[in-house]
């Protein structure tokens, strides 16, 4: 396949192919080409987004040498969805003369190529049952107003409906039209302070979070009521603590504990899973104690230094994100991370060594890879100086998966394979 042509915005917002020079990428600071095999067709469910404050760059075809376009010229942007792994961040620098800091989407290098939008991404699970435009809006609509008279007085459905109706969340509609995975959000307290927080960012921040933090404490029984409701939808439903529009749910986990041992004593169907930081390693064991089934547990890196300059972890360490999760295996929990990757930093040498090193130690089965919703300069400027040399993303993926037996690598939570689900008949 010959390279895609670059594409960038003109002041007006307008998306322009250049006539000449051709798309590039980049992996941290380093601009660079894009192999031909990193390219595939802009996937269903992508939207494109111009990045002010950026002077793009393009690959000159002849010299191979790279151009930075003129004023009036910004770089272009996708915004991938669930299922596809980013391999190149867009090709561009900053613009000395603005002082401009990108909101927290995960931008992704594009490209133009006989008449189609390509982006640099890898298929890693299939994107179908979280892509947004197989959901009529009216089916949720409907769902939601059936939800809110049969459940009159819980609060939860009823923030619930703002997520699936305002923010268009996925997993908040999932729990009204009883499909896939569904949201329980318990707790606005958090023991970390991650930089690319979405649901709560310090008042000076150039970045407002996407979503806000809900601001009431669910009881056991409305836990109960949402937890039966969707576990009871379909056989694989799966319940999960943990949503964007919380914080970190384990600082409630006696009652998340109180919850699921009262659901687990009405039934035994479907799958209660936490997305949790996985700090509070003694509220952790409560909540597996009492009957968990999946964790997936959000990490960006497995060497502390980054890990807790992006974290900012209050009164936990890496360590004890390790002992929860070896905690977790150890008692028949399938357990997953929520790898925030970014190309230039997940994949180099020694990031990838300590990750495999870590998913060895810790029993963990599946990597989800999501890709990190950040300004690429914002973030490397927090986070310690990259050394190793870079494997490429689908490096990363591939290494991953030989060094650490078993692995499995995808998107999202998925049900468990079939031998994990003995467990709940043990309690
Ligand atoms: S762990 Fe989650 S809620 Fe807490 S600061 Fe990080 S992103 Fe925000």
């Avoid at 917002?13 to 067709?41: K, M, N, S, Y």
């Avoid at 357990?335 to 870590?358: C, H, K, Q, W």
Wanted: glycine residues 8%; charged residues 20%; hydrophobic residues 40%.
């Amino acid at each position: 396949m010959s390279q895609p042509r670059l594409l960038y915005a003109n002041r007006y917002g307008d998306i322009v192919e250049h006539p000449r020079l051709l798309a590039a990428g980049r992996a941290g600071q380093l601009i660079t080409d894009v192999e031909p095999e990193e390219w595939v067709p802009l996937p269903d469910g992508a939207t494109l987004a111009w990045l002010p404050g950026t002077r793009p760059i393009g690959v000159d075809p002849r010299t191979g040498e790279m151009t930075a376009l003129g004023d009036g010229c910004y770089a272009v942007g996708a915004l991938l969805p669930q299922g596809y792994t980013r391999l190149l961040l867009p090709g561009y620098v900053r613009r000395k003369e603005e002082d401009v800091t990108l909101p927290l989407f995960g931008y992704t290098a594009v490209g133009w190529h006989r008449g189609r939008i390509m982006v640099a991404a890898h298929r890693t699970d299939d994107p179908a049952p979280w892509n947004p435009a197989l959901v009529r809006e009216v089916d949720v609509e409907q769902a939601v107003r059936r939800m809110l008279a049969s459940h009159p007085g819980n609060r939860v459905f009823e923030h619930l409906s703002h997520c699936a109706l305002t923010y268009g969340c996925m997993t908040a509609k999932n729990t009204f039209l009883g499909r896939y995975e569904g949201a329980l959000p318990v707790s606005a307290a958090c023991n970390a302070g991650c930089v690319g927080c979405i649901s709560e960012q310090p008042e000076d921040a150039p970045f407002p979070s996407p979503q806000t933090r809900l601001t009431f404490r669910p009881t056991v029984d409305e836990m109960v009521d949402v937890m039966l409701t969707h576990i009871r939808s379909h056989p694989d439903a799966i319940i999960s603590f943990g949503q964007g529009c919380e914080g970190e749910p384990s600082m409630r986990w006696p009652d998340i504990a109180r919850a699921i041992r009262r659901v687990r004593e009405e039934t035994a169907e479907g799958y209660i899973n936490i997305n949790t930081n996985a700090g509070l390693t003694r509220g952790i064991q409560a909540i597996v104690d009492a009957g968990l089934d999946l964790m997936r547990v959000s990490i960006i890196s497995a060497i502390p230094e980054h890990y807790n300059a992006y974290y900012r972890p209050r009164g936990y360490t890496l360590d004890d994100v390790a002992a929860s999760l070896r905690y977790a295996a150890d008692h028949g929990v399938y357990t997953s991370i929520n790898y925030l990757v970014f190309p230039g930093v997940t994949d180099r040498e020694e990031e990838v060594e300590a990750m495999a090193e870590f998913l060895r130690r810790t029993g963990v089965r599946l990597v989800q890879m999501r890709n990190l919703n950040i300004d690429p300069d914002y973030y490397l400027a927090r986070i310690p100086p990259q050394r190793g040399e870079l494997i490429g993303m689908r490096g990363v993926m591939e290494a991953l998966r030989s060094e650490v037996p078993g692995l499995e690598i995808g998107s999202y939570t998925h049900v468990p394979p079939a031998p994990l689900a003995r467990r709940r008949g043990s309690l």
